[in-house]
């Protein structure tokens, strides 16, 4: 399954973030193989989280390593329990002198904005088809959002953009990249 989740992801990195530029510096980092795929079969919030940690000093020990993805490709399906995986990441994060060093992003196949529907369009900016945490280097992520015209306007971009496509378009999509082509 390991090999699995990472093409399925590395498809979805390609064909949804990249394509649609839902993150307009993951092209770069595609492009220069600095991104980081791992896939944790975690079923615990601790064996997660220490897999986080894991990665983060990894991350210390690879500059040339620009982010990582860690997927569950068993663990955390539940939407509601991988959000409290992500509070716990953070936390530990802060607890292990990461913060300022390292950022959370997070997706999930069942990514719900909070005070939104369900069948919202938009929560395909952050649906994937593994739960995932990715560890972004901030000094990295900062650097490009300085270079970035308008850093702030990149959410309401994807929100429209993910809209004007519909929730059609999307899961398809995201369907497409769980195929076994794929």
Known sequence: M????????????????????????ARKEVENNC??????????????????????VE???????ETTLIMFDNGFSDFEDFLDLVDL?????????FEGKYQLA???????FADSD?????????RAPFPTLHLIREAS???ALDSYNEPESIPEHNINLARRKGIDFWQQLLEG?????A
């Open 2 to 25: 390991t090999n699995i989740a990472i093409s399925q992801t590395r498809e979805w990195v390609s064909s949804v973030i990249v394509k649609y530029n839902f993150c307009p510096f």
């Open 89 to 97: 990441a953070n936390a530990l994060l802060v607890a292990q002198g």
């Open 177 to 181: 990249c769980k195929k076994p082509s």
């Open 118 to 126: 369900e069948t919202d369009a938009a929560n395909y900016t952050n």
């Open 35 to 56: 991104i980081h795929y791992i896939v944790s079969s975690a079923m615990s919030m601790d064996d997660a989280v220490m897999d986080m940690l894991e990665q983060c």
């Open 59 to 65: 991350l210390d020990r690879e500059p040339e390593r």
């Open 106 to 112: 997070n997706f999930h196949p069942d990514y719900v």
């Open 141 to 143: 992520m900062s650097e």
